[in-house]
């Protein structure tokens, strides 16, 4: 499909060119991701100043504390840039 072409889409048929291209190669997704963010990686570690785990390396991973185990201990939902990402892309197209 050349770009004229999906210039003329609807927005409903573009989330549906979207949708099915995710359930065919969900790697695409990544791509999309990857390429987006490539320029705002600072390295191996985050900066001083982000709020970012250690173990983050593009400096917008968060940790959230939400979920209790049965002995009422806290433990830490972590959740990638990527997968955030993903989700609230994923969120848009379906609504």
């Known amino acids: 499909m050349t770009g004229e072409k999906i210039s003329q889409l609807s927005a409903d048929d573009l989330r549906d060119m979207v949708l099915s291209m995710f359930d065919k190669d969900p790697s695409i997704m990544l791509n999309i991701v990857d390429r987006n963010s490539q320029t705002e990686i600072q390295g ?8 970012a785990p250690s173990w983050c390396v593009c400096t917008k991973c968060i940790e959230l504390r939400r979920r209790r185990n049965d002995a009422g201990k806290h433990h830490k939902i972590k959740h990638t840039h990527y997968q955030l990402v993903f989700l609230s892309v994923a969120f848009v197209f379906i609504n």
């Open 44 to 51: 191996y570690h985050p900066r001083p100043e982000s709020n």
